[in-house]
């Protein structure tokens, strides 16, 4: 599975972006979503969509950012409101099929205050 990630950039604290992620298939995914990882941090999940399973959210990111797909377009996006300086990360878009994980290239997302 070939993962496109886009939308990342730089936005000012209480901004908003929307990163998207266009996949190959999605034929027989598990998991869709995304991960980020901040300078000198490990990579944590940020949202995830579990088919048949519902959607899943880091509680920092709860209210705030907003995980949905787009079937036809095989299509996940990440709508990111209220944004703040420690949003500031890479973030990785993600999927699960057949029980093996594909990671997308990163996209800078930068909060400045």
């Known amino acids: 599975v070939q993962l496109q990630a886009s939308g990342g950039g730089l936005v000012q604290a209480g901004g908003s972006l929307r990163l998207s992620c266009a996949a190959s298939?999605?034929?027989?995914?598990?998991?869709i979503g995304w991960y980020r990882q901040a300078p000198g941090k490990q990579r944590e999940s940020v949202a995830v969509i579990v088919v048949g399973g519902g959607t899943n959210y880091a509680d920092s990111v709860k209210g705030r950012f907003t995980i949905s797909r787009d079937n036809a377009k095989n299509t996940v996006y990440l709508q990111m409101n209220s944004l703040k300086p420690e949003d500031t990360a890479v973030y990785y878009c993600y999927v699960r099929r057949y029980g093996v994980d594909y990671w997308g290239k990163g996209t800078q997302v930068t909060v400045s205050s």
């Open positions: 298939t999605t034929f027989s995914i598990n998991v």
